[in-house]
């Protein structure tokens, strides 16, 4: 067989282990973390699916090594504690068992202890131990590490890294990135020393080649170790690629893989996780410029998932192996489609970073475009029904899609009708916005699987009582999704108004300064992708502030985006968008909107283009005329309340695995 990605499927050989192809899986997870630390049978199936899905290598994330001196934020490995061993175990299994090389994350946070706490009053009670004396941004002081600390934890590396190999992982990454504390040991940032571990890059590098040295002594010869950094700290303050050049190769001696990542948790989130106002792999040059000085394997990772970007890094040598997080996510079976030529079949990442504000926020995992991360023993074999039935989804946004396809994974026959004459629904007006291109894709992608598995559909087709009723469906899914708000609001008929639903296909009728009307999430999406669009026609960002404004009437803008994203949202805004809050409406007109401030004051916020973004409501019509129409009726997403693509998609799945 002839592959499509043959440089991404080529096996590698480190440290007399084999892995079938290039493609491994980053750390992720760091839920379902028992009280004592152990992994908790969840997060073994949420690393499991990886390995079933094809990756060569899985990560478990972070297993904090000294527990004393790192309040515990995530699992542990410790032989005093009952099963702890035993969970390790089972969860290296799990990974083992799909062909897959089980690698564990040895970590320790350093100053920003307990970070993923979710209650940060005890996080900021906690003691704080880092290299230096210092108060943190958060006003948490911190104190120094002794040196006899110092010679604990990096003997505690060594023993754990025992334990993990007693455990059956056959690989360890080492995390030295992202600002928690080997790398800042590393950083003249955080470190501020003056003793063997501070001052010059030989001191600060001395923690990491210690740590490095009491785990090669615990695993033996030939037991792959990969060093987690960062690249470039991308602040003033900290280190740059010429100085991730010498870390680099100063730490070669003693690991085996060396993973170039980028920034910190702290101060360059949306760089270290990519947003989606970045381009895909942005990083990659990092490594690219590391992998130029050193002999050993050089891996990359940060805002990865398309094959083609993946093979060419590596068929050109930037990499030896590409590491990704979200986007196996969205899709664990992304490299088992790279592998049988399927990619077109790959359902992308949004990096809408939904999972790591559901960790934030509850301390479980969830992805919008896969409703199974998180709850992965609910049974990630779609199961055939018992009874095969006629299914009938009215409604072909993302929940309409993935239901249908769901139901006919499961052997029903399924009819997907949709009254327009293309699916996707609400995605179709992501399409103007660059930004948010996957989530555009991802109709398409799921209708593709959708039609792949068996479902009809039907375009151009609104699903009537009386339709519903001579298809005689048994189940009906009323995936109706929901219309804009357009409140009564004088002149917002106007014909310089366009709804922001519709601006993909009434671009043309923009013209002139903008003024959004509505600071949601569409109404901020929107006015930032205008900011862009103004910045390039202006010259510049400062420029575009000037053409495109926006008008909200809370306090503040975006407040149900999650807390992941909004604030990369808001640097967005910051840089592109002359912002209004406290401003309430009153009337459209042709010079813009003329709106009523907190003080009771009229005001005119200028443009000659306004975008309406002020909502969506369900469609409630739809679903009353629609819920005696069969015998199983199951109302999903937007249709019963306005929300998420993550519940529709959520909803959808669920519905048909009901029938
Ligand atoms: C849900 C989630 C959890 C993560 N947990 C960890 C972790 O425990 N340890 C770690 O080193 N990095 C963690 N990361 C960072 C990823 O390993 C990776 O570096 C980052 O997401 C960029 O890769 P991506 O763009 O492919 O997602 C996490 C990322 C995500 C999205």
Known sequence: MERQFPNLTRPITIARTTFRNR?????????????????GPKS?????????????????????VHPATDGSHAYHLDESILNSLACATYTADAIKRHGAVPSLELSHSGMFAGTYMTDKSRQKSMNQWGPSDTVR???????????????????????VAGLAKRAGFEML??????????????????NHRTDEYGGSLENRARLAIEVLKAVREAVGPFFPIEFRMSGDEFVEEGYHLDEGVRIAQMIEPYCDIIHVSAGTYQKTFGITHPSMFTEHGRNVYLAAEIKKHVSKPVA????????????????????DIVYMGRSLLADPFLPRKVAENRPEEIVKCLRCFTCMAERAATSTRRCTVNPLIGREMEGDEIQPAPVKRKVLVAGGGPGGLYAAYTAARRGHEVILCEQESRTGGILKSEQALPFKHEMYELAGTYELLARRAGVEIRLNTKVTKEYAEKENPYALIIAAGSVPLVPPIPGLDGGNVVIVNNYYLEKDKVSGDVVVFGGGLAGCECAIHLGMEMAEKYGSAEEAKKHVRLVEMRDELAPDANVRHRPLLLKEIEKYVTVYTGYRGLEVT?????CEDKNGEKQLVPGQSVICALGQRSRTDVVEELMDAAPY???????????TITNAVYQGYHAALDI
């Open 23 to 39: 493609i491994f899986s980053a750390p992720m997870g760091g839920t379902d973390i028992a009280n004592d630390g152990c992994i």
């Open 44 to 64: 073994t199936a949420f690393y499991e699916l990886r390995a079933k899905g094809g990756a060569a290598a899985v990560t478990v994330s972070e297993l904090m």
């Open 137 to 159: 941004a958060d006003g948490v002081q911190v104190k120094a590490l002794t040196k006899e600390m110092i010679a604990e934890i990096v003997a505690a590396y060594g023993h």
């Open 173 to 190: 990454m080492i995390h030295g990135g992202h600002g928690w504390l080997i790398n800042q040991f590393l950083s003249p940032m955080f």
């Open 300 to 319: 990359t990772i940060g805002g990865l998932g398309d094959p083609a970007q993946l093979e060419e890094i590596i068929a050109s040598g930037k990499a």
């Open 590 to 594: 042709s010079e813009g909107i003329w």
């Open 633 to 643: 009726v199951r109302v999903i997403g937007d249709a019963g309340r306005v929300a």
